[in-house]
């Protein structure tokens, strides 16, 4: 088993070509223009150990209807404190429930491992990215890309909270990443009984853009 993990793991290392290349994003902030933003290498992160991204949880998971369209949203938790880390393995889980699940729109918002637990609290600064994908986006009303990723620009704190700027990314950013991801899987962390599996009939927690 533990072999397994570390061969999954290691599938999702940043490589140094990708590491370099996203050292130079120009990414979108807001109306007001644009501004350089630089992630910071994962190895100067404490704490941080390349081997063991990718790791997440299922906290809250909802299928629903909008009209006529079947959406799926779920919110994860992670050890992942970089924000390359968490919108990748966010992309995986969503291409993971794309593929498993087959909803019209897949909605992932990953929130740090020390974060609340509280269904009430997973909302605000407890979302450090969210990862909205479409199979087919001529399916659904909410979006006409196939991938929207928005996230917070910080580590969280000890509480497991994000307080930064909220960074859009491009498409052909996300494409790329897209690419990278090896092996698609869903969380290692999730336990297979029917509190795990159960789907909620309740409005899912609300997303920071739709």
Sequence with gaps: MAAKKHRLFH????????????????LVLGVSGTAALVFAPANLIPGYEEEITGSCKTVYQSDFRRGK????????????????????TGMRIAHHLAET?????VIVQ??????????SELRGPAIGAEIVH????????????????????????????YFGPRVDMRLIELEAINKE??????CDGDVVDEEAAAVSHKEPAKS???
């Excluded at 070509?17 to 994003?25: E, H, P, Q, R, V």
């Excluded at 699940?101 to 729109?105: S, T, V």
């Excluded at 929207?148 to 620009?153: A, F, H, L």
């Design 101 to 105: 699940e087959h909803p019209d729109l």
């Design 134 to 161: 479409a199979p087919n986006p001529s399916k659904t009303m909410a979006t006409g890309r196939p991938w929207e990723v928005r996230y917070v620009q910080a580590l969280p704190t000890g509480a497991g909270l």
């Design 181 to 186: 991801i090896e092996v698609v899987e869903g």
């Design 11 to 26: 599938a999702f290392r940043i490589s140094r070509k990708l590491a370099l290349l996203s050292g130079g994003f120009l």
């Design 110 to 119: 990953v929130m740090d491992a020390h974060g609340p637990t509280e269904r």
């Design 208 to 210: 920071s853009g739709h």
């Design 69 to 88: 369209e079947r959406r799926l949203i779920s919110i994860i938790s992670t050890p992942d404190v970089d924000p390359n880390d968490r919108i990748r």
